[in-house]
């Protein structure tokens, strides 16, 4: 299970994604969670996906 908070959310899955998926939406196939509902919550603080790094980023403004 996934924490509701955006923050936390970001950081736990950025963990995930660097210990032990090697994309995103390998973890979401593997959690079996929406890719564009956990995009969507990451993107409602300022968080986008990175495909390049693997990881949640934070877009500047």
Sequence with gaps: ??????????SVVNTKL???YPSL???CDDLNVSEEK???T???VGY???AEHNR???KKA
């Design 18 to 20: 660097r210990d032990f």
């Design 1 to 10: 299970m996934l924490p509701k908070d955006p923050i936390i959310l970001m």
């Design 48 to 50: 986008v996906y990175d």
């Design 25 to 27: 939406g390998a973890l």
């Design 38 to 40: 956990l995009r969507e």
């Design 42 to 44: 990451l993107l409602s």
């Design 56 to 58: 949640f980023v934070f």
